[in-house]
């Protein structure tokens, strides 16, 4: 069985809904942050490769959220 890799920030959002935490928006901040600092994606937790990144709002979409451009792509359906 293959372990689906998740990021940092998936973790924080899926342990919210388990348990509502008040702190929750403070903590994905700190997970998105973490994540970047690693090089991580804040979603699937994988190596992010910059050189993907192609326009502006590619690299504003992960200054805000960490993510890759393949979860950007999954996410905001781009690059079908």
Known sequence: M??????????????NVKTPNPNFLQHLREATNKSKSNNNCALCGLWVNH?????????????????????????????K
């Open 51 to 79: 050189k993907q990144f192609q326009t502006t709002e590619d690299h504003t979409e992960y200054k805000i959220s960490g993510m890759c451009k393949p979860c950007m792509d999954s996410i905001f359906g781009g690059d």
């Open 2 to 15: 293959i372990k689906q890799q998740r990021g940092l920030g998936l973790q924080v959002v899926e342990e």
